[in-house]
């Protein structure tokens, strides 16, 4: 079965700092990838997906993250955070028998202080 | 285009009662899952549906059940609710579930058993 884990549960940086937050997935065929956020209160809004190709995406907002196969790692990263970046940040992998069903990690809170 | 839609927002069930929620799929998407949201368990897939198809379940009891219509639209149904139902559910469509598909997701419905 497929499992995603990822490495922060809670993170807390300054506004302008850069973020990293790790996302490792164990299913080893091919998988179509996935950083959702939400904000609070808010529903799951898709921050960047990657399926195939170029392993360094971007996302809206200025994220992006980089597929490794060799690591079974898809990271987040943004250069400089801003305080409406605090949220909770989701990564899911769908492949094996079916793409239609995601398996979510842990999710990750991110509080920015301005 | 209108994103996902669900139906109702925010609900209170008495243990023991039932509960149906519905969810319209983005226009031109066919495939459609089921996730709970839980601060404890976090993201849990529940079931996929493509061309009124159950094609995927989760880990959940027989109480939750769900369904798909030729329009694509979806419901999902619990008996017999326990106090642990209480849940965000969210709805996701894409295209037919296949590699290289978003996945989009509605706001959700809250679920409060009481």
């Known amino acids: 079965a497929q499992s995603v884990s990822q490495h922060n549960h809670h993170v807390i940086l300054s506004e302008a700092a850069s973020l990293e937050l790790g996302c490792n997935y164990s299913y080893g065929g091919t998988v179509n990838l996935f950083w959702y956020v939400q904000y609070p209160g808010q529903h799951l809004q898709l921050l960047l997906k990657y399926f195939s190709g170029d392993p360094l995406v971007k996302g809206i907002k200025g994220f992006e993250a980089e597929f490794i196969k060799s690591k079974f790692s898809f990271n987040l990263r943004k250069p400089s955070v801003q305080w409406s970046d605090t949220a909770e940040y989701f990564c899911a992998v769908a492949g094996g028998t079916s793409y239609g069903k995601l398996t979510f990690g842990q999710g990750t809170i991110l509080t920015v202080h301005p | 285009k209108a994103g996902v839609t669900q139906t109702p927002r925010y609900l209170i069930k008495t243990r023991g009662q039932q509960v149906t929620l519905s969810c319209s799929p983005i226009s031109g998407h066919r495939s459609v899952s089921w996730y709970q949201q839980t601060p404890g368990q976090g993201l849990q897939f529940l079931f996929e549906?493509?061309?009124?198809?159950?094609?995927n379940k989760g880990n959940f009891p027989g109480r939750f059940s769900g369904r798909q219509f030729s329009n694509s639209r979806s419901e999902m149904n619990v008996s017999t609710l326990e106090l642990g139902d209480s849940a965000l559910y969210l709805c996701?469509?894409?295209?037919?579930?296949?590699?290289?598909?978003?996945?989009?997701f509605g706001e959700g419905s809250w679920l409060t058993v009481v």
């Open positions: 996701a469509s894409s295209l037919d579930g296949n590699s290289g598909n978003t996945i989009y």
């Open positions: 549906y493509f061309s009124e198809t159950q094609r």
